[in-house]
């Protein structure tokens, strides 16, 4: 019997080929488009979970709240480690991650420039779980001068990876032994590193209760309840934290975050890899539904509508004594066996599209992800939800024809509930529409984003990390000499890069008064031709002078926002107290106001900054002239070397690295932009299936119209008028939604695009999804009605 309903199953489906092909494609669409978002929403949901202590592993993050300011750090102080693990019976184990910045690690002739060495405490295996290659994890981290290398690591330096043994001499001419080789740190990970020195090594690298900086993670029991451990943290708050920041109005209190929930939840600025976003995980979750359930609509409404020609079918069949259960049975056999070729198509273009999904979502998903469980239910359920849910219905109503009205020829010829059709239109309409509205929004926000005034020139500015002593000290020999070339049109130095983190320091400041008050401030130094090379504007006061010998070191500038925070009235001439080693503090005064600028991306709001002067820095900012800029970086290289000749010539270029920081939206963007369209490709062909059927239906009425006058342009605008009665229902349904959506999306970025600005946007897309359905459908009515009106009227 299974091999008769397959058999007949087959045969109804290469009898109507037309009507087969748009199925298959649209549910072959849905299906592989659907898997490719489902594989990248597990991806991110996978971060983590490979550590075997995952779930009882929590980073300390610190929220600290000023009397005008709060924010969040990812990090915590170095001491908080062993002050949790040596006092606190729940806390199992502890782990820091100490940055060493960028820094020059040498091999023989080999050096290169790393900025993914940490230091680690030597614990750091016992809680996280690393595949060891070659080495002992339980001792690897014992000694001082002790390095674990990644295997890429260990081949980039030594070319091959058992390295046991051997040695790494970094730029202070430290040596380093390679106790372990592990392999790469898995991609789906919130830390990522190349390497891992034992914290011994630097053992003067002690730090305060007053100051931040290291990654801290704790271990905690099996299903621990986490606001236990406030009580603890409330201890050391009052021991060491209150006595150094409570005078100065600065409260602070701990977090802890689940490690498998950083990736996608956590939205701190200072995180060591660009995080995830938890509503895009439901967003793409939403696009894969709506495109299966799209394509389970289009079998529907095309199984419906074409019921009348499988009328006599049906009345044959149960006057052959076929029971209603019998033919429901057949017919979701068909339905099922759609979907399984449609299956077979998909696995075959997911095998040959992979690759493609890939680089587009930045990941490293191989074809192998089709075997793991989930994966494989979820192709399962697939096969069901189209295949059963969307071929119930066409069972039940087809197998309740009546057979002798039937054989009478009085069943009805609408090709089923016409409501349920329309409404299910209507459906796809609202789905159609939002993606459009929504992925014209997106599209805008993330021109807005690559567009928007930074408040500085990022264009054309070559920018070098000096990470050494040496480097810095012959800075201004590398400057003099650079100017030399008249492709370089300044050249300037600073502390920190636009796009990266400042420091922030306790400062005494002048209120509007004239009292001095305690303020974090965020900060970092500058030379004298900073704010010209980076064409930032001063929009009050001066910037630094070599004509004013002072400015050296009584001098600072403050941006807009560290005026309005103070909220003076007149900022030149206030005063900041800067921290000396000496017993008196030095005082220097403000003597410009930069206009704001980003100094962070734009998910951020503009801190209140304050600048100092520097003489020579970490980072070294040329700006070249257009036209010249592969001769002028070659000519840059040929100076540096001739200058720092044992040291690497390495450059970025300011606009590239300052864009980075959106790379990841930009990339979802793509996706969402990208599916959104297949999206709506799906849904057109189930209307090209049903303006085909619409027309063939209304055949005999297009040749009557035709006989008594009407021209092909009536006849075209008389069968689209009722598609478009629908869009019109579906435009302000669609509206709603997208509003709703677009609204929650554009409150993660602190500068954004209004939506009350995109009207324009929306009426766009109600234009385009007019069009598109004009364009879908004209095909077969123009086709329609341009046949011979005598043909038609012959038709019985």
Known sequence: MLKNLFKTAIRNILRDKFYTLVNVLGLTIGITCSVFLLFY???????????????????????????????TWAVAQIPMAPELRDKFSEVKDAVRFFSLGRRLYKHGVKQFYEEDFYLADSTVFEVFSYEFLYGNPDIALDEPNAVVLTESIAV??????????????????????????????????????????????????????????????????????VEDMQPNFESVLKEHINPIFESIGITINYELQPIRDIHLYSKIQDEAEHGGDISYIYIFLAIATFMLIIAAINYMNLATARSVKRAKEVGIRKVMGSQKGQLIVQFMTESVTLSVIALVVSIGLIYIFLPSFNNLANKSIGFGY?????????????VIFVGIIGGSYPAFYLSSFNPANVMKGTTSHKGGNPLLRKGLVIFQFCISIFMLVSTLVVFNQLEFMRSKDLGFSKDQVVRVEMPSGDLRQKYQV???????????ISVASSSSSPGN????????????????????IDFFNVDYDFVTTMEMKVVQGRNFSREVLTDTTEAVLVNEAMVRRMNWSEPLGKKFEMPTRGPDPQVAEVIGVLKDYHQN????????????????????????????????????????????????????FLDQDFDSQYQADVKRG???????????????LGLLGLASFTTEQRTKEIGIRKVIGAGVQTIVLLVSKEFFILILIAVPISFFGSYYFLKNWLANFAYGIELQSQVGTFVLSAVLALTITFLTIAFHTIRAATRNPVNALRME
């Open 601 to 652: 991306s734009l998910y951020s709001e503009i801190e209140p900054l304050m600048v100092r002067f520097r003489k020579t820095n970490y980072f070294m900012f040329a700006k070249i002239a257009g036209g010249s800029i592969t001769e002028t970086v070659a000519a840059m290289e040929k100076d540096w070397k001739a200058i720092h000749g044992d040291f690497p010539f390495e450059y970025e």
């Open 478 to 488: 590398l400057r003099n000499r650079l100017l030399q070339n008249s492709s370089i």
């Open 41 to 71: 929403v597990l991806d991110e949901l996978s971060y983590d979970r490979y550590h075997a202590n995952a779930p009882n592993i929590y980073r300390i993050v610190s929220n600290i709240k000023e009397p005008d300011n709060e924010f």
């Open 156 to 225: 980039k330096y030594f070319d091959k990876v058992n390295a046991l043994g051997e040695s790494l001499t970094n730029q202070d001419g430290d040596e380093l032994k390679v106790t372990g080789i592990i392999k790469d740190v898995p991609h789906n990970s919130h830390f990522i590193f190349d390497a891992l020195i034992s914290r011994s090594s630097i053992p003067e690298y002690r730090g305060s209760w007053g100051s931040f900086g290291v990654f801290t993670y704790i271990m905690l029991p099996d299903n621990y309840n």
């Open 501 to 520: 983190n400042v420091g922030k320091v306790i400062f005494n400041v002048e209120s509007e008064d004239g009292e001095m008050i305690e303020r974090g």
């Open 670 to 684: 793509k996706i969402f932009t990208i599916f959104s369209i297949l999206t709506i490709i799906i849904a057109c």
């Open 370 to 382: 089709l075997l793991d469980p989930q994966i494989l239910l979820i192709l399962l359920g697939t």
